[in-house]
């Protein structure tokens, strides 16, 4: 069974910076990803980190945010810096499958952590 616990969103403003964090269990066996999804459209994949720590970002992201994990802590982080009232969205955790530069979702999602940029 695959726990996943988000913390860390808020109210920031244009070009501020937040840090999420999902402690995952069981950890290192599974890649691991950020979602998002804003009022009226779809999920969506914003970063991803394979057991290898491969990257991979969606364009509206890329050179802002940044995931990583801590192994000791069983924790994955998202750094968002520069952020903007587009990024505003809940964002979820998942645990999933990473290979030839491909995330795929497993059905292992937190309860999400809102995100909400403005002034």
């Known amino acids: 069974q695959v726990q996943l616990v988000e913390s860390g969103g808020g109210l920031v403003q244009p070009g501020g910076s937040l840090r999420l964090s999902c402690a995952a269990s069981?950890?290192?066996?599974?890649?691991m990803a950020w979602y998002r999804q804003a009022p009226g459209k779809q999920r969506e994949l914003v970063a991803a980190?394979?057991?290898?720590?491969?990257?991979k970002y969606i364009d509206s992201v890329k050179d802002r945010f940044t995931i990583s994990r801590d192994h000791a802590k069983n924790i994955v982080y998202l750094q968002m810096n520069g952020l903007k009232p587009e990024d505003t969205a809940v964002y979820y955790c998942?645990?999933?499958?990473?290979?030839?530069?491909?995330?795929?979702?497993?059905?292992?999602w937190g309860q999400g952590t809102q995100v909400t940029v403005s002034s």
């Open positions: 069981p950890f290192s066996i599974y890649a």
């Open positions: 980190l394979s057991r290898g720590d491969s990257t």
């Open positions: 998942n645990a999933g499958t990473y290979y030839n530069g491909n995330y795929s979702p497993d059905d292992y």
